[in-house]
């Protein structure tokens, strides 16, 4: 009676290697996954531009990259040409172009510092661009189609600053941003 039990060994070894096939399916299934996926499924949003770099970063998106620099490079001529921004701005911390969604995390601001976000976007719809700062979360929202352009003013909460961009119109509008100390 004590024997029934019990599972058979052969039982046993046969649930193991069906284990092992559907441990090894799943493993070849996300191997495959990611190499189909490109460089462009790991991170939508560029690395912002800080004052030190001397050139734009170029932007990864859905669209076509000629179309998305030319209407970044239209947003940024909005903000004043953030892209050759440099040390001789003091008040200067970084600036960028956002993927839509996208968002940009600057690391090297201190918490408590007073910061102007200037935003812009050119192309069709509106975006929502939001400033994030440990608990603090200032946002506004630009219409593409003008030529103008939003601002959020916020105090940093902690040691980085988000800067993120979210549309509807994903594939046609140009984003840029530039962030200085208030004064």
């Known amino acids: 009676m004590l024997a029934s039990m019990f599972v058979p060994g052969d039982v046993v070894d046969r649930l193991n290697r069906h284990r092992g096939k559907a441990l090894a399916a799943v493993v070849l299934l ?14 939508k949003a560029p690395q912002s531009q800080k004052a030190t770099s001397s050139s734009a970063v170029p932007t990864a998106g859905t669209t076509p990259s000629s179309d998305r620099e030319r209407l970044d490079a239209k947003a ?29 995390l ?34 506004t929202r630009v219409d593409c189609t003008r030529p103008m352009t939003g601002r959020v003013d916020i105090t940093t909460a902690g040691p980085s600053l988000a800067i993120q961009a979210d549309s509807p119109e994903t594939k046609r509008v140009g984003t840029a941003y530039v962030v200085r100390r208030a004064t």
Not at 30 to 43: K, L, Q, V, Y
Not at 77 to 100: E, H
Not at 112 to 137: D, H, I, N, P, W
Request: charge should be negative.
């Open 30 to 43: 996300t191997g495959m996954n990611m190499a189909c996926s490109g460089p462009d499924a790991t991170s």
């Open 76 to 104: 940024r001529d909005l903000l004043g040409r953030t892209d050759q921004l440099g040390s001789d701005d003091a008040d200067f911390v970084s600036s960028g172009s956002l993927a839509i969604p996208g968002m940009n």
């Open 106 to 139: 600057d690391e090297t601001v201190e918490s408590g510092v007073a910061l102007r976000v200037e935003v812009a976007c050119v192309g069709e719809g509106t975006v929502t661009f939001t400033a994030v700062s440990g608990t603090v979360k200032k946002a």
